[in-house]
């Protein structure tokens, strides 16, 4: 694992890659620690070549692979630098992506507030529309707010609707990811829930996927991730991964083959050696 320490020099630098700067390499005097952070972060930063769509997740668990409690509170799952962490995916984002229940469970503001960003256009899957005109992800605050949904219903001003076709009561990925590509949006966070999330994976949309675990055990409540059920573990997807120390929380930052295709990473998971940061700088 790389203890990985962001300071304010490392996150300019990520926002200057972020802003197409693609020349912006780690200055050889920064830290271990600070160069880890960068690492961690230059891929979402980079995003995809020739402006393709680029989707990356986030999901911030439990030591048991919890996101809440039984009655829901969902409040603490992460430790301060993993909210940071976080953010910091957002701001990184052109939009941001959850699905209608954690909406309506969580009422987010899917801002960026605890570092320095821009908030990123938010966008709820809502197919069937259960979203409320006051929900806090619709407030108007100059980010754009888009809602995907399969039905006729008129949203606030300012809102964008995204209409697709219903597929046995949800919307495919695929045509969600095209939507918002062609809106502009071509860095996407889809940032939860669980099923949404899984949605995508198993979809073979995510180039990226983060998983933030907080050293806490809750016992019981909704899972991380909810993909559907293998028989063999020869089955199991197997993401490249490199794991990272962020003080209170460990990230586990899985690569995605393109097409979402993990069956030619390796396993188990190993640290960064200095060959390998620099071929991914």
Avoid: K
């Amino acid at each position: 694992m790389r203890p990985a320490a962001m300071t304010e020099t490392v996150w300019a630098a990520l926002r200057a890659l972020r802003a197409g700067e693609h020349a912006i390499l780690p200055d050889p005097a920064w830290t271990d620690a600070a160069r880890a952070a960068f690492d961690l972060y230059a891929p979402l930063a980079r995003g995809a070549p020739d402006a393709a769509p680029f989707l990356f997740a986030q999901v911030g668990q439990s030591l048991d692979g919890r996101v809440a409690t039984v009655t829901g509170d969902a409040a603490d799952v992460s430790g301060r630098e993993g909210l940071c962490h976080l953010h910091r995916c957002r701001a990184l984002a052109d939009a941001v992506v959850i699905g209608v229940r954690t909406a309506l469970t969580d009422n987010p503001r899917l801002t960026v507030r605890l570092c320095d960003g821009t908030s990123p256009a938010r966008v709820v899957i809502d197919p069937r529309g259960r979203l409320p005109a006051d929900a806090r992800v619709l407030a108007e605050d100059g980010a754009r707010r888009l809602v995907v949904q399969a039905c006729d219903l008129a949203r606030p001003a300012g809102v964008e609707v995204v209409r697709l076709p219903d597929a046995a009561g949800w919307i495919r990925p695929e045509a969600i990811g095209l939507a918002l590509a062609r809106r502009g949006l071509a860095r996407i966070l889809v940032e939860g829930g669980g099923v949404t999330i899984a949605g995508f994976l198993e979809a073979g949309l995510l180039d990226r996927l983060h998983v933030s675990i907080a050293p806490l055990i809750i016992g019981a409540g909704p899972t991380g991730l909810r993909t559907a059920p293998i028989a063999r573990l020869a089955d199991a997807l197997r993401p490249e991964t490199f794991v990272y120390g962020l003080d209170t929380d460990v990230v586990f930052d899985c690569a995605l083959a393109p097409g979402g295709n993990a069956s030619t990473s390796r396993w188990p998971t190993r640290q960064v050696d200095a060959a390998i940061a620099a071929r991914r700088a």
